[in-house]
């Protein structure tokens, strides 16, 4: 069992939408565990062990408990039947406190699948009478972190602020994929600092994610919103 189940498409998702908060959470005691739809291949520079020794090192880096990379073939997986089950099998066995993943539009068409995919293994997982392992569960909660390839302007529903070492620990992590990035690690580095440093500003903090929510959330500690 883990308190947060983070799914991405391929392996560095997760660190670009919410690496930081990925650390955050595991230095306060809130346990994570990282999906990856794909493994990611073909890419022009990698290999399916370069990719999955790259995230595991990233794994490491960010502290998270697990990483569960599935077979959904990168480029050609869409939302169906058999991989919700795959997600859903995931959520039932692990029956995390909350699902963080992809936003539901992009201009990536796996990144849209994925929402899709697991938007709907989050209410497949409480299925009974079903052939799918372990016992039925609905997730309370879901999030999506924000879309890589678009850049509209979005309100987030909240920001996750975050100190040096988490955000430290967000680029270390991204480091790991240097099959992936090259010479354009620095450039994207540029990109994300910037918009990590520009959501922290606003609230004071050296750093910021923002998240999105299709449903109201709840403030329980009243103290939370002073």
């Known amino acids: 069992m883990v308190d947060v189940l983070a799914v991405g498409c391929h392996p560095d998702d997760v660190e670009i939408g919410m690496g930081g908060a990925i650390a955050k959470m595991v230095r306060t005691g809130i346990s994570v565990g990282i999906v990856d739809l794909s493994d990611g291949e073909p890419t022009p520079r990698g290999t399916p062990e370069i990719r999955a ?4 090192n990233a794994r490491e880096v960010l502290g998270a408990e697990f990483r ?7 480029r050609y997986f869409f939302d169906s039947v058999e991989n919700r089950k795959k ?14 993943t992809h936003y539901w539009d992009d201009y990536h068409p796996d990144h849209i699948q994925g929402f899709h995919i697991v938007n709907a293994a989050r209410f497949y ?7 799918m ?10 999030y999506f972190f924000p879309p890589v390839h678009m850049h509209p302007t979005l309100i987030p529903s909240f920001v996750i602020s975050l100190n040096e070492e988490d955000i430290t620990k967000k680029f270390k992590a991204l480091e790991c994929y240097k ?3 090259g010479g354009k690690l620095r450039q994207l580095h540029d990109y994300l600092s910037s918009s990590v440093r520009q959501y922290g500003k606003k609230f ?3 750093g910021g994610e923002p998240f999105f929510s299709k449903e109201d959330i709840a403030i329980d500690d009243i103290r939370s919103v002073l």
């Open 87 to 100: 997600v859903a099998a995931l959520i039932r066995e692990h029956r995390p406190k909350a699902i963080f």
């Open 53 to 56: 020794e790259e995230a595991e």
């Open 68 to 74: 569960t990379i599935l077979n959904m073939p990168n």
């Open 204 to 206: 004071g903090n050296p």
């Open 179 to 181: 099959s992936q990035y």
């Open 133 to 142: 392992p372990h016992e039925p569960y609905y997730v309370p909660k879901i």
């Open 125 to 131: 997982g409480k299925f009974t009478k079903t052939d």
